[in-house]
Structures are given as structure tokens and as C-alpha cells.
């Protein structure tokens, strides 16, 4: 795995996590990314979690939701106390978590932000999240990853399979 070390990769190794990390190959424009990713790693799409930098009210938050899915904004705030929610924009969203559009990973980031964690993920042993790379995803079990993010799991996802 020489050249596969992330920031997100480095903390769960530090920390002593199971982990595994799963390279995959998928044109980071086409459409349906996601699904595609899921396919290219021969997982369930369910079981494929995104990472989206948000703002409520203001505030930078991370929103992890299933890629079958899409965030449901309402729920987001609510989950959080806010009123309102809304995608950050894109340079934002590098510049704070120190990682690319489609490589934004919910761990090991520049700086910690607050996280949501879809309530669907604690239905499966193990779920699977960028790893801070575009083409590289990490596979733990999402009690670590709600630890790690000291998350705050809600049912935020909308569409789920």
C-alpha cells in the first residue's frame, strides 16, 4: 500500500483502528459517481458513504451520507440545532478540510469539523468513506467512525435504496 498514506489513513493507523483501504478506478466527472465507485469496489452502493462540506447557519459541518442518497438540508439543521443548511462552496471546502472535491474524507482533516453521520450507516458491520484521495476509499465500522468524528448520527439522507 506504498504511496496510499492520507492524513485519514495516518489517524486511524495512530489510533489503532481496523481498518482496510480499497483503491478503485472511476472518472471522477462521470455522472452517478457514487453508484460507479460502489460498483469498481464490488460493494453494496448503500454501504458507500460521501462526505459533504455544508454550512448551517453559518457554520462549516460535514454531512455523511449513504451515495444512494442525497442530503435532505432540513434534517441536517435540524440535526444540529440550526435553521438553515446549505452545500459550502467548493474552494471552502478544500481550503478548510485540506482535501479535493471527490477526495473529501470525514476524517483527518485540516481542521476538525462538526459531522453528521447518516442513521443508516449503523445498519452494517462496516462501511466505506473516502480516504482523502480521489480513487481511494477506507472500510471501518462506523461506530470508529462516529468516535473519531465524535458525530452526531441522524437520519439525514433522503432517496436511500
Same mark, same amino acid.
Given at each position: ?8 489513513? &495516518?489517524?486511524? /493507523?495512530?489510533?489503532?483502528?481496523? $481498518?482496510?483501504? $480499497? ?7 462521470? !455522472? ?21 462540506? /455544508? ?5 462549516? /459541518? ?15 439543521? &435540524?440535526?444540529?440545532?440550526?435553521? @438553515?443548511?446549505?452545500? %459550502?462552496?467548493? =474552494?471552502?471546502?478544500? @481550503? ?15 481542521? @476538525?469539523? !462538526? ?5 443508516? &450507516?449503523?445498519?452494517? !458491520? ?6 482523502? @484521495? ?8 462506523? %461506530? ?7 458525530? $452526531?448520527?441522524?437520519?439525514?439522507? =433522503?432517496?436511500?435504496?
Amino acid at each position: 500500500m506504498a504511496g496510499q498514506g492520507t492524513p485519514a489513513t &495516518a489517524l486511524l /493507523t495512530k489510533r489503532k483502528i481496523a $481498518h482496510s483501504v $480499497h483503491p478503485y478506478d472511476v472518472d471522477p466527472d462521470a !455522472p452517478n459517481y457514487g453508484a460507479l465507485a460502489a460498483a469498481a469496489l464490488g460493494v453494496p452502493p448503500e454501504r458507500v458513504f460521501k462526505s459533504l462540506v /455544508t454550512e448551517v447557519d453559518g457554520a462549516l /459541518t460535514v454531512a455523511v451520507v449513504p451515495v444512494t442518497g442525497e442530503l435532505d438540508l432540513k434534517a441536517l439543521a &435540524a440535526a444540529v440545532g440550526g435553521k @438553515r443548511a446549505a452545500l %459550502a462552496d467548493r =474552494t471552502v471546502a478544500e @481550503r478548510t478540510t485540506g482535501y479535493v472535491r471527490g477526495g473529501i474524507s470525514p476524517l483527518g482533516q485540516r481542521k @476538525r469539523l !462538526p459531522t453528521v453521520l447518516d442513521a443508516s &450507516a449503523l445498519g452494517f !458491520p462496516t462501511i466505506y468513506v473516502s480516504a482523502g @484521495r480521489r480513487g481511494l476509499q477506507l472500510q471501518l465500522a462506523p %461506530a470508529d467512525l462516529v468516535s473519531l468524528t465524535q458525530a $452526531h448520527v441522524a437520519p439525514v439522507a =433522503t432517496g436511500r435504496a
